[in-house]
């Protein structure tokens, strides 16, 4: 062998000052590399992070609003923005799926829970009880609402009331509900709503621009309306803000609140 | 940029090893605490009302 030196000529490199070229495209690589993580380090946030967040604010504005029921001070017709007004309650989410809801629909009310759009029914209240909530991250309460059923139950407790909703029937159950789904027991007191209601269904996907989904009679602003009903919004598809996920229910039963009892309910699963 | 840090950091490498990982959590909750919450409704991701 009469060639005992380094395969290629100059490598390895020699001094670590060398090539200014190459120092400058390595600068820059090191660069797309760490602009890289900080988009997925972004994502970790997002989905991880502001869950931790909004975990401590949620578990604060129950506090207080316990607090504020077990003493009835802060009890006001008209709370201010931010204040907790209601738990609501899913228990096809699962026996532990609470979460406080509180006055307004702002960025950061929204960071706490869910938030009630202010100028709507409060719970229990002819109308419509609009709330919106967050379906990823900053605790995500609203995550799986499209896997809500019709008559799948929503609970809202007031500081005097039980108020319990239920999902009206979806679109295509409508026709033959009676015989049909209406006859299960979870269903009684759900049926597709006559008059000006008929176009209510249980599930639909809107615009952003769409606000008369929380008008009192969903769809016809100004109608005076004849019946109780909820409405949930979040963003659809997750991940995304191009649309609305929209769920409408009705009140089925509302109970004047007994210390230590919970309804029907809540105990025996949706 | 890496390289650059590592060789101004004082000390030996152990030294230079701990600085390192102080400069990362430093970064790290920059990102967190204040880059990221700034950032977020600024983007379209979660916007959950109508209107």
Known sequence: MSHAQSPVRGWPPSGRRG????????????????AGLVVMLFVFYEVYVTNWFSAAKQREATAQLNDTWRNGRGLVDRPIKGAGI?????????????????????????????????????????????????????????????????????????SDHWYVYRVLPLQGESAGWAAGKGTQPQCRGVEPLPGRYANVAGKTIVLPTQVDVIAPVPGQPGRAPTNRLITLTTCHPQFSAQQRLIVHGVLVASYRKVEGQRPVELTAGA | MYSWIWRHLPGPRAVKLVQALVLVAAVLALLMLVVFPWVEPRLPFNAVTTG
């Open chain 1, 86 to 158: 209601a738990k609501m309650y899913v228990p096809a989410f699962g026996p532990d799926f609470v979460f406080t809801v509180l006055q307004g629909t702002d960025q950061d009310v929204l960071a706490i829970g869910p938030g009630h759009y202010q100028g709507t029914a409060s719970p229990g209240q002819l109308g419509n009880f609009a709330v919106a909530g967050h379906r990823v991250g900053q605790g995500s309460p609203f995550n799986s609402l499209d896997l809500l059923s019709s008559c799948d139950a929503i609970v809202v407790e007031t």
């Open chain 1, 19 to 34: 090539n200014p070229v190459r120092t400058a495209i390595r600068g820059l690589g090191e660069l797309l590399v760490t």
